[in-house]
Structures are given as C-alpha cells and as structure tokens.
C-alpha cells in the first residue's frame, strides 16, 4: 500500500536558517505528492505540489522537487522566519484513489 | 470566499451523548471528507463522498456516521460519544479530480468527551 515517512520533530531553527524536512513515499505507479501546512489552531492549507518527476513545486519561498529515483520530495526554504513556525504535512495521491496518505506531520519551530 | 466552514469550533460531551458537526462548502467540490488528529497520530480519514449521494468509509469509521445532505454540505454525527472520540476534527473538500489540485480544509472542531 501507500505510504508517507516525515522525519520527526520538532525542528528547531533560528530566524534566518536553512531548513530542510524529509519526505519518501511507497507508493503503486505515478503519484502526486503534496506539502500542507498547519497553523496553530488552523485547518491544513495547501502549501504546494508536483504531479510528475522532476517537477518543483514552489510557494512562499518553499520548494519541492519530485525525485522519483529516490522517492523523496523534500521540503526546502533558504532563509526561515518566525512566522514560518508551524506543522508541515506531506501527502501523495495515488492515481484513481480519491483519497490521499498524509505522512504524520513535522512540527518547526523558528526562534528570533 | 468562505471555503470549507465547520462548526461548531469547540464542544464539551459528556460519554453517551450525541452531537453532528457540521460542514458546508462553497466552492462547488464533488469530493468532501471528514477527518480526526490525534497527537502522533498525524490525520485518519473517517469517512468521504466522493460525490453527492455516495459516502464511504475511511481508517476509523466505528462509533460515526454521516450525511452528504447536498453538494455543499456534509455531516457527521456521533449517535454515542466515548472518549476516545476526543479529538480535533476536520472536513476537507476536493474538485472533481479526485483531489490533484490538493485539498481545501476547514478550521476544525476540537471535541472533548468527558
């Protein structure tokens, strides 16, 4: 079956820093893989996405590329603020499923 | 825009009562979901629609049901809360796509079962 590894939390980070939080899926054919964010008391949002290989997803100075030879879609930001504090949640579609595998979240926390 | 709307945000049951929370949408999404988070539990899928009239069962559906009452709206509905039902509670909506533009999430209810 389907299947989302995060690493686990809480990332702790100064303003500023670079951050990186892994993601490999397990998953059947070509799935689109996905990065939620979580504010604290909110809903989940759509961060961003990539639907094939090779593909970046950007948004707010975030980014993932698909690497289908490794099965990751690392999250990335080259310079993180306290505002960016949150829990990130990868998730894949698998084609025809309705219903996408969310990994179990990483919580960060950014410091001034 | 209003996007996916749950309420209510906060509720306090005691064990055996029952309850709906309720969820509508405005942006004319086929597919509607009702998730739980759990800490370390990341989220599990309850119960979806994936179209007016259809519903389905998730991960957890024990101790739940629900109601797709129209496109817009889709509830769920605790007949005997325990606590273990003692969660934060999500409804999410998707396009027609089976959800490749990503999903739209409410702000959640957190629900407590003394």
């Known amino acids: 079956g389907n299947s989302v590894t995060q690493m686990e939390g809480p990332v702790t980070l100064s303003e500023e820093a670079f951050l990186t939080i892994n993601c490999t899926y397990t998953?059947?054919?070509?799935?689109?893989l996905f990065w939620y964010v979580q504010y604290p008391g909110e809903g989940l949002q759509l961060l961003l996405k990539?639907?094939?290989?090779?593909d970046k997803g950007s948004n707010k100075g975030f980014e993932a590329t698909y690497r289908k030879e490794t099965t990751s879609f690392h999250l990335e930001k080259g310079s993180v603020q306290v505002s960016d504090s949150a829990v990130y949640f990868c998730?894949?579609?698998?084609?025809?499923?309705?219903?996408?595998?969310f990994g179990r979240g990483t919580s960060l926390i950014v410091h001034p | 825009n209003a996007g996916v709307t749950q309420t209510p945000k906060f509720q306090v049951l005691k064990t055996g009562q029952s309850m709906t929370l309720q969820c509508a949408q405005d942006?004319?999404?086929?597919?509607m979901y009702w998730y739980r988070q759990d800490p370390g539990m990341g989220l599990r899928l309850i119960y979806y629609?994936?179209?007016?009239?259809?519903?389905d069962k998730g991960e957890v559906p024990n101790g739940y049901n629900v109601s797709r009452l129209n496109k817009r709206e889709f509830s769920l509905r605790l007949e005997s809360a325990a606590p273990s039902q003692t969660s934060v509670y999500f409804c999410a909506s998707s396009e027609a796509d089976r959800g490749a533009y990503g999903y739209t999430f409410g702000s959640g209810t957190r629900l407590t079962v003394v």
């Open positions: 942006m004319n999404h086929n597919s």
């Open positions: 998953a059947t054919g070509y799935p689109s």
């Open positions: 998730a894949l579609l698998s084609g025809g499923s309705y219903i996408p595998t």
């Open positions: 990539a639907t094939k290989a090779d």
């Open positions: 629609s994936a179209s007016e009239g259809t519903t």
